[in-house]
Protein backbone atom coordinates (compact mmCIF):
# COMPACT_ATOMS: atom_id res chain seq x y z
CA UNK A 1 0.00 0.00 0.00
CA UNK A 2 1.20 3.40 -0.81
CA UNK A 3 0.57 6.26 1.17
CA UNK A 4 1.73 9.98 0.04
CA UNK A 5 2.10 12.42 3.01
CA UNK A 6 0.55 15.88 3.00
CA UNK A 7 3.45 17.03 1.22
CA UNK A 8 2.66 20.46 0.57
CA UNK A 9 1.95 20.89 4.13
CA UNK A 10 5.43 19.68 4.91
CA UNK A 11 7.19 21.63 2.76
CA UNK A 12 5.21 25.06 3.94
CA UNK A 13 6.91 24.34 7.45
CA UNK A 14 10.34 23.75 5.16
CA UNK A 15 9.96 27.09 3.48
CA UNK A 16 9.22 29.02 6.79
CA UNK A 17 12.95 28.33 7.76
CA UNK A 18 15.83 31.15 6.71
CA UNK A 19 18.64 29.67 4.88
CA UNK A 20 20.77 28.83 7.58
CA UNK A 21 17.84 26.83 9.79
CA UNK A 22 17.27 24.58 6.07
CA UNK A 23 20.63 24.33 5.97
CA UNK A 24 20.98 23.07 9.68
CA UNK A 25 17.54 20.32 8.78
CA UNK A 26 19.21 19.36 5.94
CA UNK A 27 22.96 18.38 7.66
CA UNK A 28 21.41 16.71 10.44
CA UNK A 29 18.72 14.74 9.01
CA UNK A 30 20.67 11.70 8.10
CA UNK A 31 23.16 11.33 11.15
CA UNK A 32 20.47 12.31 13.02
CA UNK A 33 17.80 9.43 11.94
CA UNK A 34 20.77 7.06 12.67
CA UNK A 35 21.60 8.26 16.17
CA UNK A 36 17.80 7.93 16.84
CA UNK A 37 17.12 4.77 15.26
CA UNK A 38 20.54 3.24 17.15
CA UNK A 39 18.88 4.05 20.55
CA UNK A 40 15.43 3.29 19.79
CA UNK A 41 15.54 -0.17 21.77
CA UNK A 42 16.53 1.53 24.75
CA UNK A 43 13.79 1.68 28.09
CA UNK A 44 14.35 5.59 27.97
CA UNK A 45 11.25 6.50 25.09
CA UNK A 46 12.79 10.04 24.63
CA UNK A 47 16.24 8.54 24.20
CA UNK A 48 16.25 9.02 20.53
CA UNK A 49 14.63 12.34 20.79
CA UNK A 50 18.11 13.37 22.65
CA UNK A 51 20.44 11.63 20.66
CA UNK A 52 18.86 13.66 17.70
CA UNK A 53 19.21 17.14 19.45
CA UNK A 54 22.91 15.47 20.58
CA UNK A 55 23.65 16.03 16.45
CA UNK A 56 21.45 19.40 15.86
CA UNK A 57 23.31 21.15 18.87
CA UNK A 58 22.75 22.81 22.16
CA UNK A 59 21.64 26.30 20.00
CA UNK A 60 19.42 24.46 18.17
CA UNK A 61 15.59 26.24 17.98
CA UNK A 62 12.16 24.65 17.86
CA UNK A 63 12.08 25.87 14.36
CA UNK A 64 14.69 24.02 13.15
CA UNK A 65 13.16 21.04 15.40
CA UNK A 66 10.05 21.27 13.66
CA UNK A 67 11.53 21.45 10.39
CA UNK A 68 13.40 18.50 11.02
CA UNK A 69 10.42 16.64 11.76
CA UNK A 70 8.36 18.53 8.70
CA UNK A 71 11.47 16.76 6.40
CA UNK A 72 11.26 13.35 8.00
CA UNK A 73 7.48 13.26 7.78
CA UNK A 74 7.52 13.54 4.06
CA UNK A 75 9.42 9.76 3.82
CA UNK A 76 7.67 8.52 7.21
CA UNK A 77 5.07 5.96 5.29
CA UNK A 78 8.53 4.77 2.81
CA UNK A 79 9.99 4.50 6.51
CA UNK A 80 7.03 2.20 7.80
CA UNK A 81 6.72 0.41 4.62
CA UNK A 82 10.56 -1.06 4.35
CA UNK A 83 9.68 -2.16 8.35
CA UNK A 84 7.31 -4.25 7.01
CA UNK A 85 3.99 -3.17 8.52
CA UNK A 86 0.94 -4.53 7.83
CA UNK A 87 -2.19 -2.53 6.60
CA UNK A 88 -3.54 -2.32 10.03
CA UNK A 89 -0.77 0.33 10.50
CA UNK A 90 -0.44 1.19 6.85
CA UNK A 91 -4.31 2.23 6.96
CA UNK A 92 -3.92 5.22 10.03
CA UNK A 93 -1.07 7.13 8.43
CA UNK A 94 -3.02 9.63 6.17
CA UNK A 95 -4.74 10.29 10.07
CA UNK A 96 -1.33 10.33 11.36
CA UNK A 97 0.20 12.90 9.61
CA UNK A 98 -2.49 15.30 8.75
CA UNK A 99 -2.85 15.41 12.63
CA UNK A 100 1.01 16.56 12.55
CA UNK A 101 1.15 18.82 9.83
CA UNK A 102 -1.58 20.49 11.67
CA UNK A 103 0.45 20.49 14.83
CA UNK A 104 3.54 21.94 13.18
CA UNK A 105 1.66 24.68 11.21
CA UNK A 106 0.56 25.88 14.59
CA UNK A 107 4.00 26.61 15.80
CA UNK A 108 3.64 27.03 19.55
CA UNK A 109 6.89 27.40 22.00
CA UNK A 110 8.58 25.65 23.39
CA UNK A 111 8.11 22.49 21.59
CA UNK A 112 6.97 20.43 24.29
CA UNK A 113 9.41 17.88 25.21
CA UNK A 114 7.01 14.61 24.97
CA UNK A 115 5.90 15.78 21.69
CA UNK A 116 8.96 16.12 20.63
CA UNK A 117 10.46 12.84 21.85
CA UNK A 118 7.16 11.56 20.48
CA UNK A 119 7.39 13.23 17.25
CA UNK A 120 10.87 12.14 16.47
CA UNK A 121 9.48 8.43 16.62
CA UNK A 122 6.78 8.35 14.52
CA UNK A 123 7.86 10.21 11.58
CA UNK A 124 11.07 7.37 12.09
CA UNK A 125 8.94 5.21 12.19
CA UNK A 126 10.11 4.06 15.07
CA UNK A 127 6.97 4.26 16.53
CA UNK A 128 3.83 3.23 14.42
CA UNK A 129 0.24 3.95 15.17
CA UNK A 130 -1.69 1.80 16.05
CA UNK A 131 -4.88 3.51 16.59
CA UNK A 132 -6.16 7.27 16.54
CA UNK A 133 -5.06 8.07 19.74
CA UNK A 134 -2.12 5.05 20.43
CA UNK A 135 1.28 4.65 19.12
CA UNK A 136 3.42 1.31 18.97
CA UNK A 137 7.05 1.88 19.56
CA UNK A 138 8.79 -1.38 17.63
CA UNK A 139 11.30 -2.18 19.66
CA UNK A 140 10.98 -1.73 23.70
CA UNK A 141 13.07 -4.04 26.06
CA UNK A 142 11.64 -5.68 29.05
CA UNK A 143 14.32 -6.97 31.54
CA UNK A 144 13.52 -9.46 34.42
CA UNK A 145 14.08 -7.14 37.17
CA UNK A 146 10.49 -5.62 37.59
CA UNK A 147 9.06 -8.75 37.16
CA UNK A 148 11.63 -9.86 40.13
CA UNK A 149 10.92 -6.99 42.56
CA UNK A 150 7.18 -7.74 41.68
CA UNK A 151 7.57 -11.43 43.24
CA UNK A 152 9.75 -9.62 46.12
CA UNK A 153 7.45 -7.27 47.12
CA UNK A 154 4.93 -9.89 47.22
CA UNK A 155 2.75 -9.09 44.42
CA UNK A 156 2.48 -13.19 43.48
CA UNK A 157 5.11 -16.10 41.72
CA UNK A 158 2.85 -16.60 38.57
CA UNK A 159 4.28 -13.20 36.70
CA UNK A 160 7.78 -14.58 36.79
CA UNK A 161 6.58 -18.21 35.19
CA UNK A 162 4.55 -16.20 32.53
CA UNK A 163 7.40 -13.92 31.50
CA UNK A 164 9.90 -16.69 30.91
CA UNK A 165 7.20 -19.06 28.75
CA UNK A 166 6.15 -15.22 27.00
CA UNK A 167 10.32 -15.81 25.94
CA UNK A 168 12.10 -13.31 27.83
CA UNK A 169 14.88 -12.56 25.37
CA UNK A 170 12.76 -10.79 22.80
CA UNK A 171 12.22 -7.81 21.73
CA UNK A 172 8.75 -6.16 22.70
CA UNK A 173 6.07 -4.14 21.16
CA UNK A 174 5.01 -1.24 24.21
CA UNK A 175 1.74 1.31 23.42
CA UNK A 176 1.93 4.81 24.50
CA UNK A 177 -1.07 7.07 24.13
CA UNK A 178 -1.04 10.07 22.26
CA UNK A 179 -2.63 13.54 24.11
CA UNK A 180 -2.72 15.65 21.46
CA UNK A 181 -5.69 13.40 20.02
CA UNK A 182 -7.85 10.94 21.76
CA UNK A 183 -10.77 10.17 19.27
CA UNK A 184 -9.47 6.55 20.11
CA UNK A 185 -9.44 6.78 24.18
CA UNK A 186 -12.35 4.52 24.17
CA UNK A 187 -12.62 0.69 24.36
CA UNK A 188 -12.96 0.16 20.49
CA UNK A 189 -10.11 2.65 19.97
CA UNK A 190 -8.02 0.55 22.77
CA UNK A 191 -9.21 -2.18 21.27
CA UNK A 192 -8.25 -1.61 17.57
CA UNK A 193 -4.92 -0.50 19.29
CA UNK A 194 -4.68 -3.86 20.52
CA UNK A 195 -5.41 -5.95 17.39
CA UNK A 196 -2.90 -3.69 15.72
CA UNK A 197 -0.50 -5.18 17.50
CA UNK A 198 -1.60 -8.44 16.97
CA UNK A 199 -0.74 -8.25 13.20
CA UNK A 200 2.64 -6.61 13.95
CA UNK A 201 3.04 -9.71 16.02
CA UNK A 202 2.02 -11.73 13.13
CA UNK A 203 3.96 -10.05 10.37
CA UNK A 204 7.44 -9.94 12.78
CA UNK A 205 7.76 -13.57 14.58
CA UNK A 206 11.10 -11.91 16.44
CA UNK A 207 8.49 -9.83 18.80
CA UNK A 208 7.53 -11.53 22.06
CA UNK A 209 4.36 -9.63 22.12
CA UNK A 210 3.12 -6.04 23.52
CA UNK A 211 3.76 -4.77 26.96
CA UNK A 212 2.53 -0.67 28.40
CA UNK A 213 2.78 0.59 31.52
CA UNK A 214 0.47 3.15 33.45
CA UNK A 215 -1.86 4.01 36.33
CA UNK A 216 -4.95 2.49 34.14
CA UNK A 217 -4.09 -0.92 34.75
CA UNK A 218 -4.64 -0.45 38.54
CA UNK A 219 -7.27 -3.04 39.86
CA UNK A 220 -9.10 -0.65 42.19
CA UNK A 221 -9.76 1.67 39.23
CA UNK A 222 -12.14 -1.31 38.24
CA UNK A 223 -14.71 -0.11 41.07
CA UNK A 224 -13.49 3.36 41.77
CA UNK A 225 -13.48 4.16 37.26
CA UNK A 226 -15.91 1.41 35.43
CA UNK A 227 -15.49 3.08 32.30
CA UNK A 228 -11.48 2.12 32.34
CA UNK A 229 -11.91 -1.06 33.46
CA UNK A 230 -11.72 -2.48 30.11
CA UNK A 231 -8.44 -1.33 29.75
CA UNK A 232 -6.97 -3.81 32.58
CA UNK A 233 -9.99 -6.48 32.20
CA UNK A 234 -10.09 -6.87 28.38
CA UNK A 235 -6.17 -7.57 27.98
CA UNK A 236 -6.23 -9.78 31.26
CA UNK A 237 -9.35 -11.95 29.62
CA UNK A 238 -7.37 -12.06 26.26
CA UNK A 239 -4.38 -14.00 28.10
CA UNK A 240 -2.19 -10.62 29.28
CA UNK A 241 -0.80 -10.25 32.70
CA UNK A 242 -0.04 -7.44 34.66
CA UNK A 243 3.36 -6.50 36.74
CA UNK A 244 3.32 -4.36 39.57
CA UNK A 245 5.56 -1.05 38.95
CA UNK A 246 4.52 1.47 41.97
CA UNK A 247 3.51 4.73 42.88
CA UNK A 248 5.37 8.02 41.88
CA UNK A 249 4.15 11.68 42.07
CA UNK A 250 3.62 11.24 37.61
CA UNK A 251 0.96 8.39 38.19
CA UNK A 252 -0.69 10.50 40.75
CA UNK A 253 -1.04 13.58 38.49
CA UNK A 254 -2.55 11.50 36.05
CA UNK A 255 -4.53 10.04 37.94
CA UNK A 256 -5.94 12.74 39.45
CA UNK A 257 -6.43 14.68 36.22
CA UNK A 258 -10.13 14.96 34.59
CA UNK A 259 -11.45 13.15 37.62
CA UNK A 260 -13.14 14.82 40.52
CA UNK A 261 -14.10 11.01 42.11
CA UNK A 262 -10.57 9.98 41.53
CA UNK A 263 -9.18 13.35 42.84
CA UNK A 264 -11.10 13.29 45.93
CA UNK A 265 -9.93 9.89 46.90
CA UNK A 266 -6.45 10.73 46.22
CA UNK A 267 -6.42 13.99 48.36
CA UNK A 268 -8.12 12.19 51.20
CA UNK A 269 -5.15 9.48 51.50
CA UNK A 270 -8.12 6.76 50.58
CA UNK A 271 -6.80 6.02 47.14
CA UNK A 272 -2.87 5.50 46.23
CA UNK A 273 -2.28 5.44 42.40
CA UNK A 274 -0.18 2.78 41.32
CA UNK A 275 1.41 2.00 37.60
CA UNK A 276 1.18 -1.67 36.63
CA UNK A 277 2.74 -3.13 33.30
CA UNK A 278 0.67 -4.90 31.44
CA UNK A 279 2.05 -8.16 29.57
CA UNK A 280 0.40 -9.65 26.89
CA UNK A 281 2.26 -11.92 24.72
CA UNK A 282 2.21 -12.91 21.10
CA UNK A 283 0.40 -15.86 20.73
CA UNK A 284 -2.66 -14.94 23.65
CA UNK A 285 -2.71 -11.36 21.52
CA UNK A 286 -3.03 -12.77 18.40
CA UNK A 287 -5.17 -15.74 19.61
CA UNK A 288 -7.54 -12.86 21.31
CA UNK A 289 -7.20 -11.06 17.62
CA UNK A 290 -8.44 -13.68 15.90
CA UNK A 291 -11.47 -14.61 18.24
CA UNK A 292 -12.08 -10.47 17.93
CA UNK A 293 -11.98 -10.88 14.26
CA UNK A 294 -14.37 -14.38 13.75
Not at 72 to 99: C, H, I, N, Q, S
Not at 152 to 172: M, N, P, Q, S
Not at 184 to 208: H, K, M, Q, S
Request: hydrophobic share 45%; aromatic share 10%; charged share 20%.
Amino acid sequence: MQITPPAARFQAVLSRLKPVELAAVQAAAEPAAQAAAAAAAHWDFSLPAARVDQVLGQDASDVVRRGLIAHWALTTPERAAAAGMPPAVMDLYPFWLDKLAGFLDLADDPYDADFWAKDVRFVLALSVPGARSQVIDLSSPMGPGQVIRHVREGWGFKAIFDYLRAGHRKTWLEVHTESRHLDDFNEDGWNRAWATAAEICRARPDLAGMIGSSWFYDPPLTEISPRLAHLRLNPLNGGAFMVHQGPAEIHTQRAATASPTRKALIDSGEYTARSWLMVWPRKALIAWADARRA
